[in-house]
Nanobody
Framework: QVQLVESGGGLVQTGGSLRLSCAAS????????MGWFRQAPGKEREFVAA????????YSGDSVKGRFTISRDNAKNTVYLQMNSLKPEDTAVYYC?????????????????WGQGTQVTVSS
């Protein structure tokens, strides 16, 4: 079992920045590719970004490329999502995810474990 706890969400103005964190506990953190997803009211869950076990490979969804950056610190069992140039359409609940299969599974919307989510609201 892996427990994932997100933090760092909040209210920010358009053009602002936030950094989300996801602390993992349980099994060995470096065994898992990590990712972030989001879900806005009335919409399907959307892939945001993923990072490989070592942190050497990252993927981002088209809607956030060039604005969001995923990273991880295996010594701290934590994955981050740096969000810059935020837009109102980025408003959603953001979920952390962990998958033992690798980043490809995450980019396809699959994950072994999910966090409880953290709300991000971008005001116009």
């Amino acid at each position: 079992q892996v427990q994932l706890v997100e933090s760092g969400g909040g209210l920010v103005q358009t053009g602002g920045s936030l950094r989300l964190s996801c602390a993992a506990s349980g099994r060995t953190f470096s065994y898992y590719a990590m990712g972030w997803f989001r879900q806005a009211p009335g919409k399907e869950r959307e892939f945001v970004a993923a990072v490989s076990r070592s942190g050497g490979t990252t993927y981002s969804g088209d809607s956030v490329k060039g604005r969001f950056t995923i990273s991880r610190d295996n010594a701290k069992n934590t994955v981050y999502l740096q969000m810059n140039s935020l837009k109102p359409e980025d408003t959603a609940v953001y979920y952390c995810a962990a998958d033992n299969s690798g980043v490809t599974a995450l980019t396809q919307g699959k994950s072994d474990y999910w966090g409880q989510g953290t709300q991000v609201t971008v005001s116009s």
